[in-house]
């Protein structure tokens, strides 16, 4: 089975592709079990709103553009780090807990993994959408990603307030999980550009160190 990444020119299509069903199976059943799971129905539709937005975007683009096998698998592990926090909402998260015990922090970190795991994992796939879909230059599609995320998370905060305050009000705290940190939303989107710069810097010294083994 060939893995493609953003410079791989070959895209397989889905029926062809099994690291794609694989992917697609996986997440299918573990976001059914965080629902039948979930002690909060309204908090799991909440939060999987845009979970459900962004897989809808996904398949209607899929035959105008094809993510490579890389990007796909990045996807899916920052969905999956999702789902599980909206399971429980981010701010009652057992993992998030048993980190908070070991390491004995003032607060539940889950929302810290996945916001930082928001440009850890999908700045990546952006500079694949960017490279070839539209073939801009190099250097735009290794910083793009890092501006894109920092405007996403504005965004999603942006968004949250909105859920939170107007249309689920009774829902806020647990949705926004800001546990008493005025500073929160703030705190999101500063780790969420360091994950995606962390990521294009990893991603490019690689590719560099690729390129030189091939001289």
């Not at 953003?6 to 079990?33: D, E, H, M, Y």
């Not at 700045?123 to 501006?147: G, I, S, T």
């Not at 780790?191 to 990893?202: C, D, K, Y």
Request: aromatic residues 20%; glycine residues 6%; charged residues 15%.
């Amino acid at each position: 089975m060939s893995f493609t990444t953003a410079s791989s020119l070959t895209r397989k299509p889905f029926v062809q592709n099994r690291l794609l069903q694989v992917c697609g199976i996986v997440f299918l059943i573990f976001w059914i079990g965080t629902f039948i799971n979930t002690p909060n129905r309204t908090n799991w539709f909440t939060e999987n709103t845009l979970v459900a937005i962004f897989l809808l975007s996904l398949g209607f683009s899929y035959k105008k553009f094809k993510f490579s096998d890389f990007s796909y698998l990045l996807m899916t592990i920052y969905l999956l780090l999702h789902i599980y926090g909206a399971e429980y909402t981010y701010a009652e998260n057992p993992f998030g807990y048993w980190l908070k015990d070991i390491l004995h922090l003032h607060r539940n970190h889950y929302d810290r993994i996945v916001h930082c795991s928001f440009g850890l994992l999908l700045a990546y796939p952006m500079r694949d959408y960017f490279k070839n879909h539209f073939q801009w230059p190099n250097w735009v599609c290794w910083v793009l990603p890092c501006e894109i995320t920092l405007s996403f998370s504005a965004m999603y905060e942006l968004i949250e307030w909105l859920v939170a305050d107007i249309f689920f009000p009774a829902e806020g705290d647990a949705y926004l999980g800001s546990q008493g940190d005025i500073w929160d939303a703030q705190k999101d989107m500063g780790i969420a550009f360091i994950g995606s710069v962390t990521a294009m810097i990893f991603f490019s010294t690689i590719k560099r160190i690729h390129q030189s083994s091939k001289k």
